[in-house]
């Protein structure tokens, strides 16, 4: 049995016991019922908890936009109107999270645990497919929720400095994960996200160009989709986007954003369904 420190200002052994460069593995040894998947419901029990629903992501010509809507939903009430469902990773990556929003949220934050672990341990940043791949791990360890109806199905993007460009990957619940060339999208109104952006997304975007995009894309699925907000411009709540380049995370600002809403309101207001992709 460990001898109890607590007050003694030293840390227990298991801090000083040389491991795994993976946190998670370290939880897994030390503490496994703090893994959201190490959990379990009671036979029958059915939750009704919030939902964040969609997450849109385009590469521009030199990083990617990674972008969310702000409502969570719960059954058919709107649960929250101001959630936010993209986070940074790390310098050079982020996570848009649809699912079950208190898992995915811990879930994020375990994720960003384990890369400042890895970096720490191992004196070096992980690989953008290593990234990649320890997300793959993390969302198959959640399957046991997901059978049970608290899925976690998260957008990972970012930029990867040894090929120098923006990167996406999508996944399912099992953790399969598939790399998407130029623009993604995850959620419930992601159908409808996507079958904007594949009208209007091309190769050679500016950031600027791709923030309207994925805002518009965002516009798009609230249209249809109710479980997905639109901007809402009498409380001010606008999505949440965030640029990913060589300079590393930036989230737009407030102002950033809200312009891009009114511009695209304004248009709508004489084109409601929004830009037309042009005749070939």
């Known amino acids: 049995m460990e001898a109890n420190t607590r007050g003694t200002g030293r840390l ?11 946190f998670m593995d370290f939880l897994a040894e030390h503490s496994p019922e703090l893994i959201p998947g190490r959990r379990s419901l009671p036979e029958g029990l059915t ?95 959640n399957l046991g929720m997901a059978m049970q109806g608290l899925a976690v199905v998260p957008l990972f993007a970012g930029y990867d400095q040894d090929l120098d460009r923006g990167r996406i990957f999508t996944y399912d ?14 959620g ?9 952006m594949k009208k ?33 411009l009498a409380r001010k709540i606008f999505p949440i986007v965030s640029l990913i380049t060589e300079d ?3 989230r737009l600002s407030e102002s950033e954003v809200s312009g891009i809403a009114h511009s695209i309101t304004d248009k709508r207001l004489e084109h409601p369904n929004g830009p037309q992709a042009p005749l070939i």
């Open 47 to 141: 939750i009704e908890a919030p939902h964040g629903t969609t997450i849109v992501s385009a590469v521009f010509d030199g990083g990617v936009v990674i972008a969310g809507d702000r409502r969570a939903t719960m059954g058919n009430v709107i649960a929250q109107r101001d959630i936010e469902k993209v986070f940074p990773a790390d310098e050079y990556s982020a996570v848009g999270i649809a699912g079950t929003a208190g898992l995915a949220v811990e879930m994020v934050r375990l994720f960003q645990l384990e890369l400042e672990h890895y970096e720490k341990i191992e004196g070096t940043v992980l690989s953008f497919e290593g990234k990649a791949n320890r997300l793959t791990t993390m969302i198959r360890g």
């Open 12 to 22: 227990p052994a298991a801090f000083l016991t040389p491991g795994s460069s993976s």
């Open 200 to 232: 209007l997304y091309r190769e050679g975007l500016t950031s600027q160009q791709a923030s309207m995009l994925v805002v518009q894309a965002l516009y798009d699925a609230a249209d249809d989709d109710s479980a997905t907000g639109g901007p809402d």
């Open 173 to 186: 619940v099992t953790g399969g994960r598939s790399e998407e060339r130029g623009f993604a999208a995850t």
């Open 188 to 196: 419930s109104g992601s159908v409808f996200a996507r079958g904007s």
């Open 248 to 250: 590393g995370f930036r």
